[in-house]
């Protein structure tokens, strides 16, 4: 059999298309398909957004994830994926690499009127943490922590570019890296760049879609890999990972609504390990 590689130049091109649909991307239509009722439900623990928060909550309650600084790869314009964080380092720093994300992650963390109201997510991150924290005191927490909200291109072999004085003690990413690879060995070069912005030993919070080839934000009709469980797996072991913990979530038919055709999240609570 003939193993298909690809030159570097399609590899670049199909990643410059990618960058390319990504200027019509609408952060607004985005949080409205994905973050807001009626697919945002908390009404159960079996949802899908509980589970999510509850991932996050209980890899953070272990005590094992704590340091100076966390990353967040490809924030978008959503920071829920920071609520548990926010106790256990004294920098988070948010990352995207569109301008109109970072400038709605700048308005919610200035509190300014018409930002998107995350309230409902802090409320029930306060409530499933057990520790009697007030929802405004967690939100002002995660403001004050957030102090650098930088562009990035997971694509990049420094995605960074120049901006990071030094490794950071953890990684969170969601949504991102398969929603920007074109193909799987895009993805596995995109783990292999952010994981440069790791410590060894650093620990890596990563939750995704599990075979979805497309979503929608707007105007934007985004191209997304479809990976399984085991592609996850195998990209994470080959860029030096020990996968501590896996979960997925089966997507509930009722949430397939045309926004996109995510079949399930995954959830990895992985830790890079030291090179020998
Ligand atoms: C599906 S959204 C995920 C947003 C958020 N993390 C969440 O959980 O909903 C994917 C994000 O990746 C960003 N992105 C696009 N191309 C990128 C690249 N080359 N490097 C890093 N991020 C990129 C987009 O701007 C978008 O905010
Ligand atoms: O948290 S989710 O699982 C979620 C949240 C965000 C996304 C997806 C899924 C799938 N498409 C991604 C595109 F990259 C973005 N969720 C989907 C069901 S309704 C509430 C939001």
Known sequence: FTVKTQSPSAAMSSIAAVGESYQKFNPRAYLQNNYMPPRADFSSEDCVVPWKLRCLAEAFATGDIHGRTLIDIGSGP???????????????????????????????????PDSFDWSPYIKHVCRIEGKGEQWK???????????????????????????????ADALVSTFCLEAVSPDRLSFERALRNVTTLLQPRGHFLLIGALEESFYLAGEAKLSVVPVSEADVKEALSKNGYHIHDFRSYLMPPSLKIGVDDVSGVFFVHAQKQPVA
């Open 137 to 167: 005191e967690k939100e002002q927490k995660l403001r004050g922590k957030l102090r650098q909200i930088l562009p990035i291109d997971v694509h990049q072999p420094e995605p960074l570019g120049s901006q990071l004085c030094q490794p």
């Open 78 to 112: 959503t920071i829920y994926q920071l609520l548990s964080a926010c106790d256990h380092f004294e920098e988070i720093i948010a990352t995207d690499y569109l301008e109109v994300n970072r400038e709605v992650l700048r308005q919610w963390v200035r509190g300014e």
